[in-house]
């Protein structure tokens, strides 16, 4: 099948699985988490964790409920990034941000119901096995927590004071932008019954990629297309690794990682190009 159509089949089955999550729920906190749930979004980390299972020929419904609380968690993420206190931006995926819309005392809630949300997803769909579901739960919650996403987070805080190496940079990366790419692919894995690990060299590899690409699009890219505004790093001072390695630099460490990334799953075969041509495609993304 075609990347794109694969690729767009991936989203709108995220996108109504989404939907059925707060379906019919009303109130003011229902209405800000969907504001920022439903704002579009590349739906990158869900679809990574439907196309490894896919490739392993795994149990696509779980890749599912597992993949929608990793995405319900990342939105979170965003809507907590986006506050004055921390990033200030006002536009999220050409939007403006949650807290501009409803406040910065409802965005807070918004996120943290939407990582709660996240939990409740998995553990209320008893049709899945039960150990699997308990695995995915420490896989996902793990990577969102102190040594993961929000570790991260705090070392990002801290780098705008003193100005990070690159040993740092990659680590700070790694778990803020990358652990929950890897635990997309972990419980795409873990959805077929192998090793949640198989796909840790593809996952680190793309997940250093994609922080490069945003790096490098906060400088080059298009505000309209990118959906925020661009050179925020430099308003932020922020290291990143167009300012650690040059543009040139940071453009051939990008596609070094994208090559890794694809070099890692030949084992796969033709099952395995999907997942080749998503890493390219992130190579290549423009928001």
């Known amino acids: 099948m075609n990347f794109n ?37 590349k739906r990158i980390r869900p679809v990574i964790s439907l196309a490894c299972c896919d490739a392993l020929d795994g149990n696509h419904s779980a890749a599912l409920v597992y993949a929608g609380a990793i995405e319900m968690i990342h939105t979170y993420s965003l809507i907590h990034d986006d506050l004055p206190c921390m990033d ?3 536009l999220r995926r050409g939007k403006p941000t949650n807290h501009i819309v409803y406040g910065e005392d409802t965005a807070v809630l918004a996120g943290d119901a939407l990582l709660n949300f996240a939990c409740e997803g998995i553990v209320s769909k008893d049709e899945l096995p039960a150990q699997m579901s308990l695995k995915a739960l420490k896989i996902i919650y793990s990577a969102s ?8 987070q705090i070392m990002d805080m801290l780098a705008e ?3 990070p190496d690159a040993q740092t940079l990659n680590l700070l990366h790694s778990k803020k932008t990358g ?17 949640e690990n198989l796909f840790n060299d593809y996952s680190s590899s793309l997940g250093l990629a994609f922080q490069i690409r945003d790096d490098i ?70 928001n």
């Open 5 to 41: 159509v694969c690729f767009n089949n991936y989203v709108t089955e995220i996108n109504n699985y989404l939907k059925d999550t707060l379906f019919g729920k009303k109130g003011l906190i229902y209405d800000a988490m969907g504001y920022s749930l439903y704002a579009g979004g």
């Open 88 to 90: 200030d931006d006002d």
């Open 145 to 152: 927590g102190a040594e993961g996403m929000i570790g991260g």
């Open 161 to 163: 004071k003193e100005a």
């Open 179 to 195: 652990a929950l790419i890897r635990a997309a692919a972990s419980v795409g894995a873990l959805s077929a019954g192998k090793d």
């Open 217 to 286: 699009l906060d400088i080059e890219g298009d505000a309209e297309k990118f959906g925020k505004p661009i050179l925020s790093d430099e308003k932020n001072n922020k290291t990143t690794y167009v300012t650690l390695y040059g543009m040139d630099g940071a453009k051939k460490r990008l596609s070094d990682e994208t090559q890794k990334a694809i070099a890692s799953i030949e084992f796969l075969g033709e099952k395995g190009e999907f997942l080749r041509e998503l890493a390219l495609y992130l190579l290549q993304r423009e």
